[in-house]
């Protein structure tokens, strides 16, 4: 018996958008059968065609499966979909709810304590590595929930990625996600300021990145962002900004709970705060890039890109 039919039921998905779509296509290629939902029908149409089942809402989802995923852009979003009228928690048959979104602690801690009351435990399980790791299944998955729950969905976790244990209070994974994001900004943002800096000076931007990732500079926006999306200005890492600040923003949020002061992370945010004013909250994170160039005149452009500007 193969794991996917040792569940011997579907599994739910609600929020197919650029990150559920890759996992929920996973799902369905390990030979899960799949319930799901989204308030867009274009964003499940694909899944549909390979065979998903439609669910009207969350709450329908939630009673056809036992096991329901969420992958949803904001933590109002994620208590609504979790706790509301329509939501999985109105559903009949759920018995657990992995949440994959990034959403903070204190989300996690109301979404758990809502969910308990009806009998459902929250699984609290955001997840890093981008669009690309979502596709390839190799996306790091921060797991708080009871040890024996998160023992019992390895098999469903390692479709999507590499699952940690992070601890048992909900909110604990939404923690370690935060840490991991304010670093990924904060690479992203540093490394923008940097490459301005080189290529004003009359550095190539291509070899200021080879000779970056072969020194002590490297990061995750010189080994990945800059290479793939922004020396070609192509712009399309797949996370828009509105969810970069989103991220930043609960991350000092969480600092201040804890009496901490962030000061470079404070800078960090306000730098974001800036590309989702000047360049757009739903645009590519990468395109940071191009709010650091603002009125400079330098473009930081690679050969893949060509030699026109634009
Ligand atoms: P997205 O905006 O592309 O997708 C969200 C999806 O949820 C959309 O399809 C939207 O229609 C749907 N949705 C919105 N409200 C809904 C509702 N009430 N009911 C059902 N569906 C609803 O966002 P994304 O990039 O896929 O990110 C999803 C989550 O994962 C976010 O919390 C984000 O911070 C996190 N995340 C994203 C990335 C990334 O690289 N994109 C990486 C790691 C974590």
């Not at 209070?169 to 935060?178: A, F, S």
């Not at 072969?214 to 200005?233: H, V």
Request: with cysteine; charged share 20%.
């Amino acid at each position: 018996m193969s794991e996917a039919s040792a569940w011997g039921e579907p599994v739910g998905f609600v929020g197919i958008g650029n990150m559920g779509a890759p996992m929920a296509a996973r799902l369905l290629d390990a030979g899960h059968s799949l319930v799901v939902f989204d308030v867009s029908s274009k964003a499940t149409a694909p899944l549909i065609a390979r065979g998903a089942r439609q669910a009207g809402s969350a709450a329908e989802v939630a009673s056809l499966a036992e096991t329901v995923l969420t992958s949803l852009p904001t933590p109002d979003i994620v208590e609504s979909v979790a706790l509301g009228e329509r939501g999985v928690g109105a559903g009949s048959r759920i018995k657990r709810l992995i949440e994959l979104s990034t959403s903070g602690p204190r989300i996690a801690a109301r979404v758990a304590q809502g969910l308990a009351a009806k009998g459902v435990t929250l699984v609290d399980s955001p997840v890093s590595g981008g669009v690309a790791g979502a596709r390839a299944g190799t996306l790091a998955v921060m797991v708080a929930c009871p040890r024996a729950e998160f023992d019992r969905l390895q098999p469903l976790l390692k479709v999507i990625g590499k699952p940690f244990y992070v601890g048992e209070r909900p909110g604990l994974g939404q923690t370690m996600k935060l840490v991991n994001n304010l670093l990924s900004g904060a690479a992203l943002a540093i490394t923008s300021e940097a490459m301005l800096l080189g290529t004003k000076a009359g550095l190539d931007p291509d070899t200021m990145i080879e000779v970056i990732n072969a020194g002590s500079g490297r990061n995750s926006a010189s080994q990945d962002k800059f290479p793939k999306s922004i020396l070609p200005r192509r712009f399309d890492a797949g996370f828009a900004t509105r969810l970069m600040l989103k991220d930043l923003k609960l991350c000092l949020e969480e600092a201040e709970s804890l009496g901490l002061t962030l000061w470079v992370a404070s800078a960090v945010r306000q730098l974001w705060l800036k590309t989702f004013n000047e360049i757009g909250p739903n645009e590519d994170f990468t395109t940071i890039m191009r709010c650091v160039e603002g009125s400079t005149g330098v473009e930081v452009r690679g050969r893949a890109a060509g030699s026109s500007r634009g």
